[in-house]
């Protein structure tokens, strides 16, 4: 099994622990050794799993405004986690390949392998939810039959995207790839860069 391969295997195993209860405030409990790359690569999925919930429930059009302004600020949280742990899978692809000999020749590529692995986790849960409106009991043949071709296209998504991951560690490995980590430095989230926060005080 190559690496995006095992990835994967942990994003369905993690999508699938979710639904067993199917709610954002249900513990989840992660199979994995703390402080290793798989623990990391689970909890990052349950923290989308988590989002993509949160999502759903606050385009509710009867949602109570104040419950959606407390959950739009639990939406930006999340998304502050989810980027740090992100920066937490570059940090650790970093220090591994950090002794390769980069070739006079190697490029950058366009994102980093975490980035990368960030879609992943998300076509993990983009094809459960499709599969899932596949076999809805009260939708149409047509629905069906147009969630069916969507799946599909999202299968073929995560074999290239899956493919494309391992080629480029695989680059990374040789040094005919490099890689940076940026630190995403969202200036809305901090109180110094964000003038509605920074004006207030």
């Known amino acids: 099994m190559t690496f995006a391969e095992s990835c994967n295997r942990i994003f369905d ?9 199917d709610r954002i405030e249900a513990s989840v409990d992660n199979p994995y050794e ?5 623990h990391t690569l689970w909890e990052k999925n349950l923290i989308d799993a988590r989002q993509w ?48 000999a980069v070739l006079p020749d190697a490029t950058i590529n366009t994102e980093t392998p975490a980035w990368a692995i960030d879609r992943l986790s998300i ?15 009260d939708a149409t043949p047509e629905h069906k039959a147009r969630c069916a071709a969507k799946l599909e296209v999202l299968r073929a998504q995560r074999t290239d995207l ?8 695989d680059d990374i490995a040789a040094g005919r790839k490099y890689m940076k980590t940026y630190k995403q430095m969202k200036m809305y989230n901090d109180a110094d860069t964000n003038p509605v926060l920074y004006g207030s005080k």
């Open 162 to 169: 899956t493919g494309a991951i391992d080629t480029l560690i």
């Open 53 to 100: 919930h949160m999502e759903d429930v606050i385009r509710d059009p009867v949602i109570d405004p104040a419950e959606a302004l407390e959950l739009k600020r639990r939406i930006d949280r999340s998304n502050q986690e989810r980027t740090d742990m992100v920066e937490e899978i570059d940090e650790w692809m970093r220090r591994k390949y950090a002794d390769v």
């Open 13 to 21: 195993g993690c999508v699938a622990a979710y639904h067993i209860t």
């Open 34 to 38: 703390a402080g290793t790359l798989e």
């Open 123 to 137: 076509l993990a849960l983009k094809l459960y939810h499709m599969a899932a409106e596949v076999t809805r009991e």
